[in-house]
């Protein structure tokens, strides 16, 4: 009988707190939503705490609202049904609510930024390394940090990680290095980029520093990692040249996607599925375009059979050798700055090759350009557009040493970035047969009315949106690079905190073009979303929200490039072929560049 009564009278306990708590719930939520009508909430922002303690310090006052009932009368603090009845229809009036005043919120001191435990355990190490940079702390940040602790597989998941843990601004310090600043939203990377000074700093790649200075005694660093002025100076003279020479050879790298689509139809097995090394293919496209937009030359990286075949190899097998061991001496520890490790030396060598390939063509135009006079080097520059970029830039009397790093930072990273964008742009292709038969369409109808079958033209690549939106859609997804770095030239505030000058901030540029509130269902491949930039210019921040090719002064240099020879050769294939991927999902891992993490077993079908 006790027991019974008991529990009675915790039941009843407990249903009148639940009823205490609806009503306090509803009586809030009306509160805000009248307030939301007076002149005070116009001009005194409210957030939820506001308003719950409005409720709560007005509760004494706050009239109900029957018309008999006065101002003055109270409202009960336990509400009955007869007084939640009454709450439907009760009116405040505004000169009861009491305007808050807007307190001006000092910035958050910069230590206070939330940061990751786990990186104080490094610190230990650190005062063992002398030379530390802070390409280090990023690699170290990037690669392998968390290895053991999350499902590490070398992609962006471990900076995902850091947000989720530590919320959309984290900050990384050392003894040693200087502290690091990591974002992903639109309007703090936003807020780094209006900062940029004339010539601003990003993160280079030591290792290839490394070499140049080091190793060959080269008089500087190289595009991707000179910070200087002297860069701008020789990125004004190469801007134009690489954009005329790109125009004018769009036919002859046309013709370099045919030799890759017979290259397919040759080396598919009888369910047209091209060899799971097809990402080798990829490499030998993106070297023959290179090459003929350089040098005016065509190589035969394509052709198996031709007399070059063998050196072809050499060539490719140094290309994918450099990028390779530049990924794993970048990242981890670098032991090669003390001496030179066997990962160093393989990358090295590789890269003497490509050196010794490019040092050989600067010889050839420095012969031939000796051999004639400056008044027809200047006429070749005014009449003869054709010539190939080398020769434009000797004749814009750029370091022959400049031009050498120039090109191999190229091979290195701008080819490799081409073809590992092409790829993730294909699969999405086949996994979107819907999105690949519009393509289809776009493709036929501007081709018969601009060009001869199967060719393409200037006119005919800026007449396909949808082709360009599908590009950038991919490149939402699978960026070439997840990050961009700069070095704050001056102070800056986020998130209500002061970043220092001098801070470096790593922003991570993947995540933020996978954001909810920039892009609808982020995950889907949708190429249609870009094609009504209207409907998503509502947003202040969209031009931060998806930026691939980085932002401003050091943006990137070979984007005309790259967008040209990936229009040319998705346009070919999806022209001769339906391409399908049967296997598992193909995501991302990240080799200094993002690059597919499984092989590129596609099926090309012909068409016809
Ligand atoms: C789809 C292919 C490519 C993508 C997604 C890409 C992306 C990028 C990004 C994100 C940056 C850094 C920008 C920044 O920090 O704001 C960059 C820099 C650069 N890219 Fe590319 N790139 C591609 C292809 C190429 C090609 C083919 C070339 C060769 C001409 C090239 C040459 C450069 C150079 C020289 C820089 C350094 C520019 C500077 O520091 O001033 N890129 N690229």
Redesign the pocket.
Known sequence: MIRCLMQSILVARDLSLQTYKKCLYRSTMKLADTLTNTEERKCVPLNSNDVIAASMTQSHVIPTVNATVTSTQTMPLLETAKSETAMESFKIPTSKVVPRVRIEKAPLPFEEIPGPMILKLWEKYWRYVPLLGTQLFCSLLISRLTQGRLSWNRNITPIKYLFDEYGCIVRINGPLVNDIIMIHRPEHIAEVFKQESESPI?SGIDILQHYRLNHHKYRSAG??SLQDLE?LEV?KKINQP?HETISDYIGKLDSVCDELTNRIRNIRNRQDEVPANFHRELTAWGMECFYMTMFNKHFGFLDSTSKSASEATKIINALITAHTYMSRCETGFQVWRFFETPFAKKLYAACDVLDEVIGKYIRQTQNKLQTSSLSKQEKFTNEERNLPLLEKMMIQRIHPNDISI?LM??II???Q??IN?EAFLLYFLAKNPRVQKRLYNEIISVSSKTSKECTQTKESLENMPYLKACIKES?RLR???PY?TRLLSSAISLHGYTIPKGTFVIMASQITSQREEHFEDPEKYQPERWLNQDEYAYNDYQEYSCL?????V??????N??EIQ?MLLTAKLVQEFTIEYDYAEIQSRFLMINVPNKSLRFRFVDRN
């Open positions: 990003r595009a991707f860069w990125k690489l120039l930072d190229t990273l701008g080819v970035a081409v964008c490149l960026p070439a690079f961009l691939p090719f980085g932002y401003g050091r943006s990137c240099l070979g984007r490039m790259a990936m």
